[in-house]
């Protein structure tokens, strides 16, 4: 079963695309922070991860450019998650490693293609 990282602090985020996941028959681990999920992709190796932008503790950008710069994560893809327009935070975000973005309230056919061919891309490369 593909396992998916989420990484959010507002429950309600959480909740949501946790059971939009589980509904298409993914595996959900759930981290609230920037520290938490460094620690939880280094023990669990999800197949992608989904990063909300704005995170306590650790800024976002530097837990996308931790886990990049990482040999054991950097073929982990990952999506960044913002309530953003910001061109600026996008910059950013494919400067730290990410793979691609979603603006939130997030479209979930979009959620779904982009999980799909991430995940898709990273079967080829493992």
Do not use: W
């Not at 999800?46 to 710069?69: A, G, H, Q, W, Y």
């Amino acid at each position: 079963m593909t396992k998916i990282i989420v990484v959010d602090d507002v429950l309600s985020n959480v909740q949501l695309l946790e059971a939009r996941l589980k509904a298409e028959y993914y595996a959900v681990i759930v981290a609230h922070d920037g520290k938490e999920a460094i620690d939880l992709v280094a023990k669990q190796q999800p197949d992608i991860i989904l990063l909300n932008i704005t995170m306590p503790k650790i800024n976002d950008f530097e837990v996308c450019r931790s886990l990049k710069s990482d040999p054991l994560t950097t073929h982990i893809p990952i999506i960044m998650l913002t309530a953003l327009h910001d061109p600026y935070g996008r910059v950013q975000g494919i400067n730290a490693g990410a793979d691609d973005f979603l603006t939130k309230p997030i479209d979930k056919t979009a959620l779904s293609a982009r999980i799909k061919s991430l995940i898709s891309l990273k079967m080829k490369i493992d």
